[in-house]
């Protein structure tokens, strides 16, 4: 009796979890149905008939975004909806990039909120209150661009340890991973400004850093296929995202402490009529910043690295990719160093002055980033209300494209890839901007860090990547090193990997380095 009783409790117990799961997925396909656009726009990649959600459209979209891409525009040179991994998304041509750019009606932060999740355990690294947005666009906009000059020599220094240890001065040819012996460099130049020489050298931080990068990408990535009601749920038993909550509990035992320790000094200096100790570093920025007020430091930190990391080190991983096919360019690029550290003078290992003066590798980067941006299409935004969108003023004429309130818009990056802007655009050119900026009309928009319609790598406008002119410094000291000492020949053939619209940097790909001596000190 006990036993028949027990097996009709679990046999209701499990009836209850297929209605309530049922449910769920039934009301988040309704939700999903009443967001579906009402335009003049095409929706592809919509799902099939017998498909009651869009978890297999996003999985499409996963495997063949490129292609359902081109679909899209086959139909609509203007711009069409998508499924995508976010669900229905508007893409457009690129030339509304510069209709939107400056635009306060398309929300940056109100579309990272909606797609990157900090609604789900261990993604809290992707939330930020309004001190939080606050501290970071002052340390990022106002600190880490504005203070470059000071930062140079720090970099620098961090770029020469990684690669000693990561990549050894070994005289004899030895194998390495690039990406992975990439990310360990970006990771200690990034510490040692964001956080000071004891986190740039402290392993279990460092670790932390990466694994956080790593992780929080992934799960945000794998939870993009479920329905966005039953995300929080799934999230509490998600790998990726269980991994993640117990390593932001080991970093906030790292900075939270820190962050203490400052305040108490501080608050003692002040006390004791002393003048408090001087940090040029990022703890001493956001408290700046804060003034008082609460803030999570741990986040910061982690969305500081999360930022810096991820994207600087798979460009860096392409960059170098692109290089080393290239043995030619790689003594080109030597040259260029030499001349630039020699004309220095010799009294400074390096300057912001002798940085900017890398032309060729500049050219060399933005080439790069053209054929292998961060992806397919950028200039994501959330719209905040109605309107009609006109490519020529920005304004609302009739004939402009309807825009719904809370369609989530991002722009497509073909046009760095069209024969009609770009000759022989398929091929890469290291001299291409180069020689651009020889031309009067384009001297400024050939520079890595300029934006413009036709190259958006950086997005465009007020919400271009603020931290593009720290990333580039970060780069170019990396790479002179990397060159200078090293010499570099393929091992694999590096391919480029796109998961929906991201593209990535071969992650598995080695090169072969052996150590020499570098004609100039660096």
């Given at each position: 009796?006990?036993?028949?009783?027990l097996?009709?409790?679990?046999?209701?117990?499990?009836?209850?979890?297929?209605?309530?799961t049922?449910?769920?997925?039934?009301?988040?396909?309704?939700?999903?149905?009443?967001?579906?656009?009402?335009?003049?726009?095409?929706?592809?990649?919509?799902?099939?008939?017998?498909?009651?959600?869009?978890?297999?459209?996003?999985?499409r979209?996963y495997?063949?975004?490129?292609?359902i891409?081109?679909?899209?525009?086959?139909?609509?040179?203007?711009?069409?909806?998508?499924?995508?991994e976010?669900?229905?998304?508007?893409?457009?041509a690129?030339?509304?990039?510069?209709?939107?750019?400056?635009?306060?009606r398309?929300?940056?932060?109100?579309?990272?909120?909606?797609?990157?999740?900090p609604?789900?355990?261990?993604?809290?690294?992707?939330?930020?209150?309004q001190?939080?947005?606050?501290?970071?666009?002052?340390?990022?906009r106002?600190?880490?661009?504005?203070?470059?000059?000071?930062?140079?020599?720090?970099?620098?220094?961090?770029?020469?340890?990684?690669?000693?240890?990561?990549?050894?001065d070994?005289?004899?040819?030895?194998?390495?991973?690039?990406?992975s012996?990439?990310?360990?460099?970006?990771?200690q130049?990034?510490?040692?400004?964001?956080?000071?020489?004891?986190?740039?050298?402290?392993?279990?931080?460092?670790?932390?850093?990466?694994?956080?990068?790593?992780?929080?990408?992934?799960?945000?990535?794998?939870?993009?296929?479920y329905p966005?009601?039953?995300?929080?749920?799934v999230?509490?038993?998600?790998?990726?995202?269980?991994?993640?909550?117990?390593?932001?509990?080991?970093?906030r035992?790292?900075?939270?402490p820190?962050?203490?320790?400052?305040?108490?000094?501080?608050?003692?200096?002040?006390?004791?009529?002393?003048?408090?100790?001087?940090?040029?570093?990022?703890?001493?920025?956001?408290?700046?910043?804060?003034?008082?007020?609460?803030?999570?430091?741990?986040?910061?930190?982690?969305?500081?690295?999360?930022?810096?990391?991820h994207?600087?080190?798979?460009?860096?991983?392409?960059?170098?990719?692109?290089?080393v096919?290239?043995?030619?360019?790689?003594?080109?690029?030597?040259?260029?160093?030499?001349?630039?550290?020699?004309?220095?003078?010799?009294?400074?290992?390096?300057n912001k002055?002798?940085?900017?003066?890398l032309?060729?590798?500049?050219s060399?980067?933005?080439?790069?980033q053209?054929?292998?941006?961060?992806?397919?299409?950028?200039?994501?935004?959330?719209?905040?209300?109605?309107?009609?969108?006109s490519?020529?003023?920005?304004?609302?004429?009739?004939?402009?494209?309807?825009?719904?309130?809370?369609?989530?818009?991002?722009?497509?990056?073909?046009?760095?890839?069209?024969?009609?802007?770009?000759?022989?655009?398929?091929s890469f050119?290291?001299?291409?901007?180069?020689?651009l900026?020889?031309?009067?009309?384009q001297?400024?928009?050939?520079?890595?860090v300029a934006?413009?319609?036709?190259?958006?790598?950086?997005?465009?406008?007020?919400?271009?990547?603020?931290?593009?002119?720290?990333?580039?410094?970060e780069?170019?000291l990396?790479l002179c090193h990397i060159?200078?000492?090293?010499?570099?020949?393929?091992?694999?053939?590096?391919?480029?990997?796109?998961?929906?619209?991201?593209?990535?940097?071969?992650?598995?790909?080695?090169?072969?380095?052996?150590?020499?001596?570098?004609?100039?000190?660096?």
């Amino acid at each position: 009796m006990i036993s028949a009783l027990l097996t009709a409790i679990r046999d209701v117990g499990k009836c209850t979890t297929v209605v309530v799961t049922s449910t769920l997925l039934i009301i988040a396909f309704i939700i999903t149905l009443s967001h579906s656009p009402n335009s003049r726009l095409p929706l592809v990649n919509s799902p099939k008939r017998w498909e009651i959600s869009f978890t297999n459209a996003k999985k499409r979209y996963y495997s063949n975004a490129k292609e359902i891409i081109q679909a899209g525009f086959e139909k609509s040179k203007d711009g069409f909806y998508a499924v995508t991994e976010n669900g229905i998304e508007l893409i457009l041509a690129p030339k509304y990039a510069h209709t939107i750019r400056n635009d306060k009606r398309f929300d940056f932060h109100a579309y990272r909120v909606h797609t990157m999740l900090p609604n789900v355990a261990g993604l809290k690294v992707f939330e930020m209150d309004q001190v939080g947005k606050e501290i970071m666009s002052y340390i990022i906009r106002q600190k880490l661009t504005h203070q470059l000059v000071d930062l140079i020599e720090p970099l620098s220094e961090e770029a020469s340890d990684a690669l000693q240890r990561s990549w050894t001065d070994n005289p004899d040819w030895h194998e390495i991973n690039v990406k992975s012996a990439l990310l360990e460099v970006i990771s200690q130049q990034s510490a040692r400004v964001f956080l000071g020489r004891s986190f740039a050298h402290n392993p279990t931080w460092l670790a932390l850093s990466r694994s956080i990068t790593l992780h929080a990408f992934s799960a945000v990535r794998d939870l993009r296929v479920y329905p966005s009601l039953l995300r929080p749920l799934v999230g509490w038993f998600l790998p990726a995202c269980k991994v993640l909550r117990g390593e932001i509990a080991k970093a906030r035992t790292l900075i939270e402490p820190t962050v203490l320790a400052r305040q108490l000094e501080k608050a003692r200096c002040v006390a004791e009529g002393l003048e408090p100790p001087v940090y040029l570093d990022t703890i001493a920025w956001a408290e700046e910043c804060a003034r008082g007020r609460p803030y999570d430091p741990a986040v910061v930190q982690l969305t500081l690295a999360l930022s810096a990391m991820h994207n600087t080190s798979d460009f860096l991983t392409q960059v170098i990719y692109d290089i080393v096919a290239r043995p030619g360019l790689i003594e080109e690029l030597r040259k260029e160093i030499i001349d630039v550290r020699e004309n220095g003078g010799g009294r400074e290992l390096w300057n912001k002055g002798a940085v900017h003066q890398l032309r060729l590798m500049d050219s060399v980067m933005k080439e790069s980033q053209r054929l292998k941006p961060t992806g397919l299409v950028n200039m994501r935004r959330y719209a905040t209300e109605k309107m009609r969108l006109s490519s020529s003023d920005g304004g609302g004429d009739k004939d402009g494209i309807p825009i719904k309130k809370g369609d989530l818009v991002m722009i497509s990056q073909h046009n760095h890839w069209d024969e009609e802007i770009y000759a022989n655009a398929a091929s890469f050119d290291p001299y291409r901007y180069y020689q651009l900026r020889k031309t009067t009309t384009q001297e400024h928009a050939a520079h890595f860090v300029a934006t413009s319609v036709n190259h958006i790598g950086f997005g465009h406008g007020v919400h271009g990547c603020p931290g593009r002119f720290f990333a580039a410094a970060e780069t170019k000291l990396a790479l002179c090193h990397i060159l200078m000492k090293y010499e570099l020949k393929l091992v694999d053939s590096p391919k480029v990997f796109t998961v929906g619209s991201i593209t990535s940097a071969d992650p598995v790909a080695r090169i072969a380095v052996r150590r020499r001596k570098e004609e100039v000190q660096l």
